[in-house]
């Protein structure tokens, strides 16, 4: 899995890029074929206070391209909220993809 972490009128500290590993460490223990992530921790220049913060994440996976995006007034929380989408996401691709082992129906002569 790559992972790139890039921030947008923010210096990305070792705290913040562990934190971000951490919380996307859970999307690679439910769904192995991640191939690349990329998230953008932005901060804008907003006149309101409670959505200063912004996450952003594009997961690829075998098979398609997942994003989510999360606005808070702390950006760890933007975090947060951001892993749990994603792990929705996740999830819900996995789902899909399974072979579910669905017999077909039998015919009744």
Same mark, same amino acid.
């Given at each position: 899995?790559?992972?790139?972490?890039?921030?947008?009128?923010?210096? !990305?500290?070792? /705290?913040?890029?562990?934190?971000?590993?951490?919380?996307?460490? $859970?999307?690679? $223990?439910?769904?192995? %074929? !991640?191939?690349?992530?990329?998230?953008?921790?932005?901060? #804008?220049?907003?006149?309101?206070?409670?959505?200063?913060?912004? &996450?952003?994440?594009?997961?690829?996976?075998?098979?398609? #391209?997942?994003?989510?995006?999360? &606005?808070? &007034?702390?950006?760890? &929380? *933007?975090?947060?909220?951001?892993? #749990?989408?994603? #792990?929705? @996401?996740?999830?819900?691709?996995?789902?899909? /993809?399974?072979?579910?082992? %669905? @017999?077909? *129906?039998?015919?009744?002569?």
């Amino acid at each position: 899995m790559n992972l790139t972490i890039s921030g947008h009128h923010l210096d !990305v500290t070792p /705290a913040l890029r562990a934190y971000v590993t951490t919380k996307l460490d $859970r999307i690679t $223990r439910h769904f192995d %074929q !991640v191939v690349d992530v990329r998230v953008l921790l932005t901060i #804008d220049n907003l006149k309101e206070k409670d959505l200063r913060q912004r &996450a952003e994440c594009n997961i690829h996976v075998k098979g398609k #391209d997942l994003f989510a995006e999360s &606005a808070h &007034a702390d950006l760890y &929380a *933007a975090l947060d909220d951001l892993a #749990d989408k994603m #792990d929705r @996401q996740v999830l819900r691709h996995k789902d899909k /993809a399974q072979d579910h082992n %669905q @017999q077909p *129906a039998k015919r009744m002569m």
